[in-house]
């Protein structure tokens, strides 16, 4: 008799441990407005043209002028990137008289490429070296 109600007292924590399993899952889930949001945000900066505009933000506020000259690629095309970024949250932007001024807007997406910049570096380096 004591066996039996050890058995069924070990299956009831069993039960318990599977049902607070399953509740900390469920509430680990993101909603899907969120999981978009972060999806949008992850495409906004995935590109080396809008990577080297960050990279050259960090440094600062610059106009559209000297963000095109320290990309390399032609005003059309900066804009263009530039705009997008604008549009994720991701830069800011100012007008002052003719000019319009970029700066970082959101640091958190700058912490995520320079966490996933570390891992390339590294596993780069691990996988190759």
Known sequence: MAKAKAKAKARAKAKARAKAKARAKAKATLPTET????ARTLKAVAHPTRLQVLDVLESGERTVGEITAAVGSKPAVTSQQLGLLRDRGVLASRRDGPHVYYRIANRHVVQVIHC???SCDAGGKEAHG
Request: aromatic share 0%; net charge positive.
């Open 35 to 38: 999981l978009s949001r972060v």
């Open 116 to 118: 996933v910049r570390r």
